[in-house]
């Protein structure tokens, strides 16, 4: 990465970042005009043992649940007899310039912060011209 910046690298997966709907930006740097946000909804059905049904559309009913990183999201998401994934996040990188992508979606936030700053090298005024 060309600068330093500290994540939680136990938190990559875009579902840490799911406080509202639509998209909420995650990381961002003064110094460049590309910025990572989290877009897409989420939705977890999380089977109880007397057969009720929670849905997990938000980072703190995760948090409530324990599930506190990567590798608990995931053993929990591979449960298939309790959990099923109907919807999920992801992250995308905007300029402040304009109102739109520039990227495929990222599942893995330090990837997507590469990205952005990739795309800052490629473009320093945030202007993408291709």
């Known amino acids: 990465m060309i600068q330093e910046t500290k994540i939680n690298a136990e938190r990559l997966s875009p579902e840490f970042y799911v406080w509202e709907t639509g998209y909420e930006e995650v990381w ?3 110094d460049n005009p590309f910025f990572v946000v989290r877009n897409g909804e989420m939705r977890i059905h999380k089977t109880n043992a007397d057969g009720s049904v929670d849905v997990i559309r938000y980072t703190d009913a995760l948090l409530k649940l324990g599930i506190e990183n990567d590798k608990q999201l995931t053993d929990l998401i591979n449960n298939d007899e309790i959990v ?6 992801w992250y995308e990188i905007y300029s402040i310039h ?3 992508y520039y990227s495929e979606p990222f599942f893995e936030l330090d ?3 590469a990205y952005a700053e990739e795309m800052l090298a490629k473009y320093p005024n945030g202007v993408v011209t291709d």
């Open 28 to 30: 961002a740097d003064k």
């Open 84 to 89: 099923e994934v109907s919807m999920n996040p």
């Open 98 to 100: 304009h109102n739109d």
């Open 111 to 113: 990837k997507a912060i």
